[in-house]
């Protein structure tokens, strides 16, 4: 994929700007531009085991594939550990979503299991099944 600036040229600043993300989320900017956002959810349990915390994050399609999701995640698992949320950092990904299976991935995750979601469903109200990736923290 062929990025319009090199990443090195780039810049992203995190900030936790009220009303624009979660309390235990951060969003990420390129100048005035929104990047994306990251967050934890140690309340999200589908899937999980008890101590676990659930990451989510969103970019913008402008902006992928130059690695701030990766560097989100890595974030946001800090995070997590500094404030003793929990002792592992879990990301629920569907099966064909690759870009979020290669995020896990070079983010320090392994693939646990697949399950099939107690909460989340498809377009048609059938069952979503979820790829588990986790990582100690």
Not at 54 to 77: D, Q
Request: charged share 25%; aromatic share 6%.
């Amino acid at each position: 994929m062929a990025r319009s600036t090199p990443r090195s040229a780039t810049s992203t600043s995190w900030r936790r700007t009220p009303g624009s993300a979660p309390a235990n989320g951060v969003s990420a900017w390129r100048g005035d531009r929104l990047v994306g956002y990251v967050d934890a959810d140690p309340d999200n349990d589908d899937g999980l085991q008890p101590d676990d915390v659930n990451i989510g994050y969103a970019v913008h399609p402008w902006a992928r594939g130059s690695g701030v999701a990766v560097e989100a995640v890595a974030l946001i698992c800090g995070f997590i550990r500094d404030h003793a949320l929990g002792s592992r950092a879990a990301i629920r990904v569907e099966p064909e979503n690759e870009a979020s299976i290669r995020v896990a991935e070079k983010a320090g995750f392994s693939r646990l299991d697949d399950f099939v979601s107690a909460t989340d469903t498809n377009r048609d109200g059938s069952a979503v099944v979820l790829r588990l990736y986790v990582r100690e923290l």
